[in-house]
């Protein structure tokens, strides 16, 4: 019995009467099978496209936190990507110069033809042609034109290169340290950068607040002068007063969106993301105790851990390196090398020879040695003269940093309580104008004192917070920000 399977759509027929009637089914669960693995595949598409792109893992639907930022900024920022691939140089070249050490090896392929005396006779010899016929004088002074085919293998291998290799691989070790260094030191300030923006949109989005609060209250006042003034209680002026008062509180409100759009940009610069992107942020700018140390001990952490530091440290003993390289011209160079070789008429036959040997060469004049041994002990000297620049820099920037940290607590201790006496003041002031006690003036200069010391404290607690930021960079210690979270 013959089975016959049809493959062709139009052509599919069924005899049984249950095929016919269980073929829409099938059908049915074919398409939406398709249909399934199709939004699946979307779906996944997606969800690939969502991690992959840092501007959509910027957004954060529950909100940024400041841990999430400095990841994302880590890994975005284009200042980082720079130091990987500054390390990744450093390693070839650090396999560049350890390849000095090892042998080169080189194979070549030539192919002449000529008829000049001295070359016709030795390629006959290198052939292994040669013959007695080939002593006629008529046929040594005009030989018939020759094809030479040689083949060859080369070696050379130093034995002692003037400790040029030496240095090289040295020099590029260092290098790979001041890029690992370079790195470090690119992390710490990014996350610097990314706590400056982090704080300064959440001190923008307070500021903004405490503007949009003003304007209420001062809104709350122009109405209830303006009610006052109707039934004769004021004088016309105490409104006109108020109506001043609220317009320089809307200014203040329009400078505050400035502000706030500004910071947003500033933290999305930072996060290598679209610089309009929305962000919400989710940390607090509450009161915190930062402990530092005294100014010397910090003077010694910095001397210790500063990345710049230890690259001028680097610097200096490349330096050395090169001088090392510079005295090492001065002694004599060992070789060996080796050669095999295959020459012939044809690519199929030929003769083999083979060469091995050393070399000693020893300059005994080199006009531009001298030269290169003072260009190298000048340069050792600036980068030692760098090094002690760089030290007194740092013990500077810890002194200034360490200041301005001190000044930043202190200002928070006495905005807070100005904070508490500028609101009591105005609670006190607004009750005696109730009462007819004190004029409208009065009431204004407490208004505008009270959202002064509001935004006074805002900016010594952001101050308080970067300032302990700057002493843990400038001391080469801002490798997390896990003090900052609240």
Sequence with gaps: MAITTATHGPNLKCPSKRCRSARPRVLAAIAIAACLHQCGATLAVQAQTRSSDPSAQVSVRDGLSLTSAVEIALRSNPLHRVTSSGQELAAAQLEEARAGRLPVVQLSQTAIR?????????????QARFGPLNFDPHFLNNPDPLTNLRAAMTFRFPLFDQKQSDTKIQQARIAQQQADSQRESVEQEIRYQVLRAYYGLLVEQAKKEVSEEAVKAASADVKRIGDLVDTGLVVQSDLLSA????????????????????????????????????????????????????????????????????????????????????????????????????????????????TVGASVTFNLFDAGRGARLGQARAAEDIAAADAENTANQIRFEVVRAYQQFISARERV????RAEVQAKETLRIVRDRYGEGLTTITEVLRAETAFVRARMSLLAARYDHYIGYAGVLLVSGRLTNVDDFVS
């Excluded at 005396?117 to 290198?126: K, Q």
């Excluded at 929305?278 to 005294?294: C, E, H, N, R, Y």
């Excluded at 201790?413 to 807070?416: G, M, P, T, Y």
């Design 413 to 416: 201790a006495v905005a807070i």
């Design 114 to 126: 000529s008829n000049n005396p001295v070359f016709v006779f030795g390629s006959l010899l290198e």
């Design 243 to 354: 109506e001043v008062q609220l317009a320089e509180f809307r200014q203040q409100n329009i400078q505050a969106e400035g502000d706030l759009v500004t910071a947003q940009a500033a933290l999305n610069t930072v996060l290598a993301a679209p610089v309009d992107a929305p962000q919400k942020v989710t940390g607090l700018l509450v009161d915190k105790t930062f402990t530092v140390g005294t100014q010397a001990e910090l003077i010694g952490l910095a001397l210790e851990r500063r990345p710049d530091l230890i690259r001028a440290g680097l610097a200096l003993k490349s330096s050395k390196e090169k001088t090392r390289a510079a005295h090492g011209e001065y002694l004599p160079r060992l070789d060996v090398f080796g050669t095999y070789g295959l020459s012939g008429s044809n690519l199929t036959s030929g003769s083999a020879d083979y």
